[in-house]
Every structure is written in C-alpha cells, then in structure tokens.
C-alpha cells in the first residue's frame, strides 16, 4: 500500500495492486501519481526541478518519494519479507 500527505493530511492508503492514477491539488497545483505493477511514482508536478519526477518507482515498505515544493509525499506501508530481512552478507 501507499499513504499519500498532502499539505500534512493523510489520504489513503492505496493499494499498489489496483493500477490507477491519482491526481492531488497541492499549493502549486495538481501533481499525478501513478499506481501500476505493485509500485508507485510520480508522474506529472508543477514543481520548478522535477525532482519528484525524476525519483522514479518506489515499492518497498518504508521508500518514500516527494515534493516538497508541492506539500505532496508518497511512503510505501506493508510487511517486510519473512524475517525482517532484505539481504544477507557473508
């Protein structure tokens, strides 16, 4: 799932597994983020740098993606894999 805060109100969560694009009103104007094969970004912002665009996919619990400029941030919720682990190093 992802949470969506936007001007520091919570709205979801949605679930990563329904592809969707979801557009939110922020100070600058709308930003779209897309909802597609488990993931979530993005797409379009009114922000001057587009670095929010350019963040790309986040998937796993705990990523985030924002823009500041917009008052718009994006954090992925769920499980972490059994164990609590996402790597091993010997």
């Known amino acids: 799932e992802v949470t969506v805060l936007l001007n520091g109100q919570q709205r979801g969560p949605y679930p990563l597994s329904e592809p969707q694009i979801l557009r939110f009103e922020g100070p600058l104007g709308a930003s779209e983020v897309e909802i597609a094969n488990q993931a979530v970004r993005i797409v379009t912002s009114p922000c001057p ?18 823009c500041l400029p917009n008052h718009l941030l994006l954090q992925t919720i769920g499980a972490v894999g059994e164990g609590g682990l996402d790597a091993v190093s010997r």
């Open 49 to 66: 740098r587009k670095i929010c665009v350019n963040m790309g996919w986040i998937q796993r619990p705990g990523e985030v993606a924002a």
